[in-house]
């Protein structure tokens, strides 16, 4: 994955343990990561919760906004859901920096299956926040 700075954030992160994401690669202002989309993922309608293809989004989000070293939190993000994610799905979440200006930065995630079919589309809005160190 990359930096002993990153896996230990990744090992702290509790929402992407439980949710059985991982990350296949970290760099500077990109990262990818996957899930399984399980029975325990599905909402009403049989097919996975919208919830967990955001968190999925936001993973990868998250890591490619800190990938450079200060700490990066979100401002705001959307997302577009253009088709179910199905129970078994494999989903990876591709995220990519758009821009960096001062302590601002926007990235684009993509999430597909591992068919290629896309699931939605997110779009994240960061902050880099003074004084709040990585290991809190």
């Known amino acids: 994955m990359g ?3 990153i896996d230990a954030l990744f090992e702290r992160d509790r929402a992407c343990q439980g949710a059985g994401i991982t990350l296949d690669e970290v760099t500077g202002g990109r990262a990818v990561a996957r899930m399984k989309v399980t029975e325990e993922m599905s909402n009403a309608h049989g097919i996975g919760h919208g919830g967990y293809v955001f968190l999925l989004a936001d993973a990868a989000f998250s890591y ?6 200060p700490v990066a939190l979100a401002q705001g993000a959307q997302v577009t859901f253009l088709a179910p994610a199905q129970l078994g799905d494999e989903l990876v979440a591709e995220a990519t920096e ?3 200006s001062g302590r601002q ?15 939605a589309e997110f779009r994240g809005q960061s902050v880099l926040v003074a004084g709040v160190p990585h290991s809190a």
């Open 64 to 69: 490619a906004c800190n990938s450079y070293g």
């Open 105 to 119: 930065g926007v990235y684009d995630v993509t999430v597909r299956t591992t068919a290629g079919t896309v699931v």
């Open 3 to 5: 930096t002993a700075r």
């Open 98 to 100: 758009r821009t960096r």
